[in-house]
C-alpha cells in the first residue's frame, strides 16, 4: 500500500517574488510548509541571486508547469562590462579584464545580434547535462566543458539604462531555455569589452507577473493560517497560453477517466492542443479531434 502524503490536498498557483539569497528550491519548500500542501514544484529555476517571479505550482497544478515553463518570459538585468568571470555573473572569479567601454550606440548595434532565432551556448556553472552529470558539478572540480549551442527565441532586448560607464541595463524577453548569463558573456565578447551579470530579476513568466507575487516576508507571516489561502491562484492560469473548449457534464466525467469526450469549440483546428472545461474548471488537456478532446492530461478537482 503506497504511504500518504502528509498535508493538505490543494491545488493552485502560488507566485512569489523571490529574493536575492535562497534556491528555487528552498522556497518550494517555504511554500509547501506556509500552506501545508502535499504536493509542490516551481515553473522554471531562478539563480540563487536572482530574484523576481517563481511560479510555483500544487497538487494538480503541477500537471500545467510545463505550459508555464514553455512560455515567454521577461526579464530586466545589469551586465557588469570589462570583466569576464568563470560563472558569467558575480559569484565567480574574474578570468578576463579590458579597459575598453563601448558607447551605447554600439551596445545597441551589438544587441541586434541576439534577436530572433540564435543559438546559445549555456555557461559552464549551469545545470545542462553532460555525459550524465550536471556541467556545474563538473565545473567546480576545475574541468572546462565544450557545451553545445542551443537554440534559444529571443523575442526582444533592449538598453533600459546606462548607470555608469561600467554597466548597463538591458531587458529581454525570450522563451523557454534562455541563459541570461549567457547573454551578458556574448554580448561582452561581441563588444570586445567582456561581461557578466551584476544583477537579474525575472519580471514575468507566462502569465505570472513579480509584482503579483507573495514575499518571503508574507510566507513567514501567514503560513499555516487560514489566511495564506486568499493568495492561491486556479489551477487554470498555468493554462493561459492553450486554448479553452467547454464540454457537458457527461463529456467531463468521459475525460477525466481518460477517454475522449465532446467539446464545444471555436478558432481551434485538428491536432490543437487545448484544454476543456466544466463549469469554469479544467478537466482535460489534450488534442482536440473532430468535436472530441483527447486527453493526455487529467485533472482531478473537486
Known sequence: MARKRKGRDISGWLVVDKPAGISSTQVVDKVRWALDAQKAGHAGTLDPEATGVLAIALGEATKTVPYVTD?????RFTVRLGEATNTDDTEGEVIARSD???????????????????QQVPP??????????????????????????RPLFVEELV????????????????????????????????LGC??????LRRIWSGPFEADDGVTLEQLDELGQTPEIDAFLRPLEEGLADLPELTCTAEAAARLRNGNPGMVIASDVEYGDE?????????????????????PSRVFKQA
Open 194 to 199: 567582456y561581461g557578466h551579470v551584476r544583477e
Open 71 to 75: 512560455a515567454m518570459k521577461a526579464y
Open 100 to 118: 575598453l567601454r563601448p558607447e551605447d550606440d554600439e551596445i545597441k548595434e551589438a544587441l541586434h545580434r541576439f534577436v530572433g532565432d540564435i
Open 274 to 294: 487545448c484544454w476543456a472545461s466544466y463549469q469554469g474548471r479544467a478537466v482535460a488537456v489534450g488534442q482536440y479531434k473532430a468535436g472530441e478532446l483527447h
Open 124 to 149: 559552464q556553472f549551469s545545470a545542462v547535462k553532460i555525459d550524465g552529470e550536471r556541467a556545474y558539478k563538473r565545473a567546480r572540480d576545475g574541468e572546462a566543458m565544450e557545451i553545445a549551442a
Open 159 to 190: 538598453l533600459v539604462d546606462r548607470p555608469d560607464a561600467d554597466h548597463v541595463t538591458l531587458e529581454m524577453i525570450c522563451g523557454k531555455g534562455g541563459y541570461v548569463r549567457s547573454i551578458a558573456r556574448d554580448l561582452g565578447n561581441a
